[in-house]
């Protein structure tokens, strides 16, 4: 069973920076395409960025393109999340979800419904 841990939350000033990590467990780390979302209150679920299980591809929301970045390390079982430029409307409960790849199925990042495991998440505050 796939376990996945989220760390690096926090409060931060608008204009500030947070790295966002992702431990991943129970399963061949690199047989998974992995990606963020993030849930604010009251609102669904949105996805914020993605990579391929060999860091190939990334995908980003148009909402982060240029502030954030995802990254992978696959000897270390983990995953990142640099969020630089940070902006009160940043503000939610960010989630990893892990995504097998070796259903040789297109990747679809941005849907939900595409990952097969989630964290628990972690708190993003960024104030005014």
């Known amino acids: 069973q796939v376990q996945l841990v989220e760390s690096g939350g926090g409060l931060v000033q608008a204009g500030g920076s947070l790295r966002l990590s992702c431990t991943f467990s129970?399963?061949?780390?690199?047989?998974?395409?992995m990606g963020w979302f993030r849930q604010a209150p009251g609102k669904e679920r949105e996805f914020v960025a993605a990579i391929t299980w060999n860091g190939g591809s990334t995908d980003y929301a148009d909402s982060v393109n240029g502030r954030f970045t995802i990254t992978r390390d696959n000897p270390k079982n983990s995953m990142y999340l640099q969020m630089n430029r940070l902006q009160p409307e940043d503000t939610a409960v960010y989630y990893c979800?892990?995504?097998?790849?070796?259903?040789?199925?297109?990747?679809?990042?941005?849907?939900?419904?595409?990952?097969?495991?989630w964290g628990q998440g972690t708190q993003v505050t960024v104030s005014s």
């Open positions: 979800g892990a995504d097998w790849a070796g259903d040789g199925n297109s990747w679809h990042p941005i849907y939900s419904h595409s990952y097969d495991y």
């Open positions: 129970g399963r061949t780390f690199n047989m998974y395409h």
